[in-house]
């Protein structure tokens, strides 16, 4: 199973980046998907995530109404947009795969990707 992340970069506080996830090796809408973030010196935290059908998606209080989750099926890729970024944000992302986004938010993930770095400046 491979999880391959991709769309980071530095970007100005305010800006707008979206990062892509792209599978192999599993069964793509068997899963949910998500995303969480590990800043310097702090825990990785949970961002996001979408159900297998894309029919329902839940968010970390901190992005709700900034970031958006969505999914290709067709392309086994799942997707983050990032709007009115913040320094804040700055950090590694991670996007995984677990049976439900419950189990990603808690966090109980069956596949986890490589990250990519996303620096915000301010």
């Known amino acids: 199973v491979q999880l391959q992340a991709s769309g980071g970069g530095l970007v100005q506080a305010g800006g707008s980046l979206r990062l892509s996830c792209a599978a192999s090796?599993?069964?793509?809408?068997?899963?949910?998907m998500g995303w969480s973030r590990q800043a310097p010196g702090k825990e990785r935290e949970f961002v996001g995530a979408i159900r297998w059908n894309g029919d329902f998606t839940y968010y970390a209080d901190s992005v709700k109404g900034r970031f958006t989750i969505s999914r290709d099926n067709a392309k086994n890729t799942v997707y983050l947009q990032m709007n009115s970024l913040k320094p804040d944000d700055t950090a590694v992302y991670y996007c995984?795969?677990?049976?439900?986004?419950?189990?990603?938010?808690?966090?109980?993930?069956?596949?986890w990707g490589q990250g990519t770095q996303v620096t915000v400046s301010s």
């Open positions: 995984a795969a677990g049976s439900n986004v419950e189990t990603i938010r808690a966090p109980i993930i069956d596949y």
């Open positions: 090796g599993l069964t793509f809408t068997s899963y949910a």
